[in-house]
């Protein structure tokens, strides 16, 4: 089973629980490092979530996991918060977050600048729409590495 399919599997799984409990399923990751890999689920709710979410999260997901056991190598279970630097990755996300400060990397410079701090103004299937001091920018999505919400104080 590849990475995608076990996303996918376990992103089946969590409807129930995350149903139950009224979370919402932000992201899961099953990714390698070094020579460890990790099944991150991010989970979120009105209001924020916390420690007791992401214990209650992580025990009912392990018995189906253990359970259903289609997860070849061995790993490490994480379930957290996204934080508050959440990356947005889902147009639901883009949606949610309308209006709202974000961070943007690009693989490709525009007008001399890979990072831009800037509202978020819309997503579209071929661009990123954000506002910086009061001027739109269109950035090809093709070009978008990575969009999270800006924590500013």
Do not use: H
Request: a negative charge; one cysteine or more.
């Amino acid at each position: 089973m590849n990475k995608k399919q076990v996303v996918e599997q376990v992103e089946k799984y969590l409807e129930a629980i995350l149903e139950e409990n009224q979370f919402e399923l932000v992201d899961v990751e099953f990714v390698k490092e070094g020579s460890t890999f990790y099944l991150r689920i991010y989970i979120d709710k009105e209001g924020g979530i916390v420690i007791e979410d992401c214990q209650k999260t992580s025990r009912a997901i392990e018995q189906i996991l253990d359970e259903k056991d289609f997860i070849e190598p061995a790993y490490i279970l994480e379930v957290s918060s996204p934080g508050l630097d959440r990356i947005l990755k889902k147009d639901k996300d883009f949606e949610k977050f309308q209006g709202s400060m974000v961070e943007v990397k690009l693989y490709e410079p525009i007008n001399k600048k890979k990072q831009f701090l800037a509202k978020l103004i819309a997503k579209t299937p071929e661009y990123l729409i954000i506002e910086e001091t009061q001027k739109e920018i269109q950035i090809a999505i093709k070009n978008v590495a990575i969009v999270r919400l800006a924590v500013i104080f």
